[in-house]
């Protein structure tokens, strides 16, 4: 299940974004900032991971699941990877 690495560079880059966003959670702690402004940027990073994170289960589905060549046990594997993942996100 390593298809990611054929083109995973938009992930790379929205990966990169979320750093920079806790970066900037961090320098609002550390600044002092207040309460309202590190909320926003909590927030945010909170909808960038979220983001990320449908992604990662839509490719998986198409990829995993979907896709037309695969048998019915790759399918019944790539539900099941996709059940544990949602489970463990819903927390």
């Known amino acids: ?3 990611l690495s054929d083109n ?3 992930l ?3 990966v990169r ?3 920079g966003q806790l970066q900037a959670v961090e320098r609002a ?3 002092g900032e207040d309460c309202a402004k590190t909320l926003l ?3 945010a990073v909170r909808g960038a991971v979220n983001g990320f994170i449908d992604e990662l289960i839509e490719d998986h589905l198409r990829t995993h699941v979907a896709a037309p060549e695969l048998t019915q046990k790759e399918r019944d ?3 099941q990877a996709v059940i544990t993942a949602i489970r463990r ?3």
């Open 1 to 3: 299940m390593g298809h």
């Open 8 to 10: 995973n560079q938009p």
């Open 12 to 14: 790379i880059m929205r």
């Open 17 to 19: 974004r979320m750093i």
């Open 29 to 31: 702690l550390v600044g």
């Open 41 to 43: 940027l909590s927030a």
């Open 77 to 79: 594997e790539g539900m």
């Open 89 to 91: 996100y819903a927390k």
